[in-house]
T-cell receptor, first 111, second 117 residues
Framework: EDQVTQSPEALRLQEGESSSLNCSYT??????LFWYRQDPGKGPEFLFT???AGEEKEKERLKATLTKKESFLHITAPKPEDSATYLC????????????FGAGTRLAVHP | GAGVSQSPRYKVAKRGQDVALRCDPI?????LFWYQQALGQGPEFLTY????????KSGLPSDRFFAERPEGSVSTLKIQRTQQEDSAVYLC???????????????FGPGTRLTVT
């Protein structure tokens, strides 16, 4: 069964304190791995797509990496505006591109 | 351009009532998805449309849930005889390409928060 597990469930950081969020996955053939950001009361906002092991993508203070079993979202020198829930999702090969999500990591960055 | 829009944003229904939730995808997007998100959880897939064809409805939790996209643009998710366990946020997402192509990102609407009392 295709499955995504995210850790930690919640993370509290001081402004400027770098850290990483983990996404472990099992899928019968990976078509793509996605990272989304979700603010309270809003829909998920697309951040990155990764397709193969070894791939990395960056956007401002965020960097996403991918191995055959997991993905990391690295946050460098976070600011309070980075506070949100970060969702990881996978698409399995052979399907209709539905996303299988983890439960998310709730990130709080304090000044 | 305009993103995915959903209406209503909030809906309160009494148990047993029928509800209809609307999704306006990004113009020109072929694929449309519905997801259900419980509090503190990630979204869960409900159903998928490619243009007007419903190709996957494996995630619909019961036959009380019905979705349509008759002209390949706007979609409606209907829930009949609502139950308390139907309370959740219902998210719509659209994607530029069809399911047979490469993996393209899905863009989400703000969701409809349904509360069944």
């Amino acid at each position: 069964e295709d499955q995504v597990t995210q850790s930690p469930e919640a993370l509290r950081l001081q402004e400027g304190e770098s850290s990483s969020l983990n996404c472990s996955y099992t899928v019968s053939g990976l078509r793509g791995l996605f990272w989304y950001r979700q603010d309270p009361g809003k829909g998920p906002e697309f951040l990155f797509t990764l397709y193969s092991a070894g791939e990395e993508k960056e956007k401002e203070r965020l960097k996403a990496t991918l191995t055959k079993k997991e993905s990391f979202l690295h946050i460098t020198a976070p600011k309070p505006e980075d506070s949100a829930t970060y969702l990881c999702a996978v698409q399995a090969a052979g399907g209709y591109n539905k996303l299988i999500f983890g439960a998310g990591t709730r990130l709080a960055v304090h000044p | 351009g305009a993103g995915v829009s959903q209406s209503p944003r909030y809906k309160v229904a009494k148990r047993g009532q029928d509800v209809a939730l609307r999704c306006d995808p990004i113009s020109g997007h072929v694929s449309l998805f519905w997801y259900q998100q419980a509090l503190g959880q990630g979204p869960e897939f409900l159903t998928y449309f490619q243009n007007e064809a419903q190709l996957d409805k494996s995630g619909l939790p019961s036959d009380r849930f019905f979705a349509e996209r008759p002209e390949g643009s706007v979609s409606t998710l209907k829930i009949q005889r609502t139950q308390q366990e139907d309370s959740a946020v219902y998210l719509c997402a659209s994607s530029l390409r069809d399911a047979g192509g490469p993996s393209y990102e899905q863009y989400f609407g703000p969701g409809t928060r349904l509360t069944v009392t």
